[in-house]
């Protein structure tokens, strides 16, 4: 199949050089003229495990494109997906403004009957509106006396993704589901025939209608978020009486009715989905006269449980922190990737900057994306190369991101390199070292340690 992905982000890229891995002639396009020269320069603007290769197995096949120019990449597709950003708007609803402008670019510059797939994360309703912006530009197409217009023919499918940043390829090419709305059964049938090769061992695509889809994907999310926020709202109950929220984890989690999956307390969810995807449902919700209650509430827990390492760090140090240097392993808002949206480290540290300390910091990854754009131009934030130096003299170790190469660390080492042993871990991946019962402080989220206050 002839395929063009529009967006060449986390979903897009994934997306085209997924497609492209098993024989489909792929062009991905992008209006960000740096990010397609640097993939056409054989360089990967984003880091994701597994993705480099392939890009560049894909790009030697011959299956793999990537270009500025959508005319050109539109000349001869056979189906195009939309995978532009859905930024959250004002209001906390989906910004669609880039989905609608790149559907009136394909009504304005599509040569061939084409099959539109939205890959973006769009609220119910959308395939119809991308539906109407396409065929009002051909319209004008029409009334302008362009001939080929008028035989041209199209669908929308909605095909949400449900991939994972740290785990996109995997996520993408074993998928749980795959989710297609459409209201033309064959053009959902041809959008379903391209994940085939991903499904040798069963089935598992879903076909229903596309407001069913937009909605699935939200839901989803959102049901994700929940568990949580209640997680974390049992883990403060936990901290409160004495409790342990891991043995509360797996007490509750091998009920096969609840299972055991995204139950981790932890220092808040991030990353560019849940909250983005949560206050948008919210907003649609409101929109159409539901009441959102608990959708409202899990954001609303999500937005205190941010602050909870600082609560922590103030908790033990007091509200004045000057003077005080606080060590961070982790900036991205989860292991895997080096994507910093709305990461629970991005207000910590402002959060400890604001009280005076200064911060020192290590991701392995992230540490680019926290310069160049999200904590760029802060004073007394200072960035290391390696977990070990970046707590030399520091007051504090705090755990944001559970980086695999944080999990098992040298404590003896952490130990000699920070003024005081004591650690604050936001993700509990500590708890099994039994800290406090070592000669540390140990503060964790609802793990029973060194006593605050
Ligand atoms: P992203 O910001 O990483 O990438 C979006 C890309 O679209 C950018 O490169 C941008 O330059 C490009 N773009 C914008 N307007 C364009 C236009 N008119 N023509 C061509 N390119 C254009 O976004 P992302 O993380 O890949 O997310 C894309 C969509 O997928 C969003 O709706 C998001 O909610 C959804 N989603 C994201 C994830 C994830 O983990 N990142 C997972 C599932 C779904």
Redesign the pocket.
């Known amino acids: 199949m002839r395929i063009t992905v529009?967006?060449?982000?986390?979903?897009?890229l994934v997306t085209g050089t997924c497609f492209a891995s098993t024989g489909n002639r792929v062009v991905c396009?992008?209006?960000?003229h740096e990010?397609i020269a640097q993939l056409q320069s054989g360089v990967i603007p984003i880091f994701e495990p597994g993705l480099d290769e392939m890009v560049h197995r894909g790009v030697e096949s011959g299956d793999l494109h990537f270009s500025t120019n959508?005319e050109d990449a539109l000349s001869s597709a056979q189906v195009v997906f939309i995978?532009?950003?859905?930024p959250m708007g004002e209001d906390g609803s989906a910004d669609l403004r880039?989905v609608l402008?790149?559907a009136e670019?394909i009504g304005q510059l599509m040569k061939t009957d084409l099959v539109v797939v939205d890959?973006?994360?769009?609220p119910v309703g959308t395939a119809d509106r991308v539906r109407a912006v396409i065929a009002q530009a051909l319209r004008n197409r029409i009334d302008s006396g362009d001939s080929v217009a008028a035989s041209l023919k199209f669908d929308v499918v909605s095909n949400?993704?449900?991939?994972?940043?740290g785990s996109?390829i995997a996520d993408f090419t074993r998928p749980d589901r795959v989710v297609v709305g459409a209201d033309n059964e064959a053009a959902g049938q041809l959008v379903a025939s391209l994940y085939e090769p991903f499904m040798i061992q069963s089935h598992r695509v879903l076909l229903m209608d596309t407001r069913s889809a937009e909605i699935t994907k939200y839901a989803a999310n959102a049901m994700l978020a929940a568990r949580i926020s209640f997680m974390n709202e049992i883990a403060k109950l936990c901290d409160h009486v004495g409790a342990n929220t891991s043995r509360v984890r797996l007490g509750i989690g091998s009920d096969t009715r609840i299972g055991s999956a995204f139950l981790y307390p932890g220092c808040g969810y991030g990353?560019?989905?849940f909250p983005?995807?949560g206050k948008a449902l919210i907003q649609t919700m409101k929109e159409n006269g539901v009441d959102p209650t608990l959708l409202q509430s899990v954001e609303d827990v999500n937005r205190k449980q941010k602050q909870i390492m600082l609560e922590k760090v103030v908790a033990r140090f007091g509200n004045d922190l000057s003077g005080k240097t606080v060590a961070i392993w982790g900036l991205a808002f989860k292991p895997n990737t080096d994507d910093m949206r709305e990461a629970p480290a991005i207000e910590t540290i402002h959060g400890l900057l604001e009280r005076g300390a200064k911060v020192q910091a290590f991701d392995p990854e992230a540490m680019e994306q926290a310069k160049t754009c999200y904590l760029s131009g802060l004073e007394n934030v200072a960035y290391f190369e390696n977990k070990y130096d970046v707590l030399n003299g520091a007051d504090a170790l705090l755990l944001m991101t559970e980086w695999p190469a944080f999990r098992s660390p040298d404590f003896d080492e952490i130990r000699e390199r920070l003024r005081e042993p004591i650690v604050f871990d936001g993700r509990n991946q500590f708890e099994r070292f039994h800290l406090h019962e070592n000669g540390f402080e140990y503060f964790a989220i609802g793990i029973p340690g060194t006593k605050l206050g």
Do not use: Q, R, W
């Open positions: 529009i967006g060449t982000g986390y979903v897009g396009v992008d209006t960000n990010k959508l995978a532009v950003g859905t880039y402008a790149v670019s890959k973006s994360t769009v949400p993704e449900f991939l994972k940043e996109a990353g560019s989905c983005k995807n």
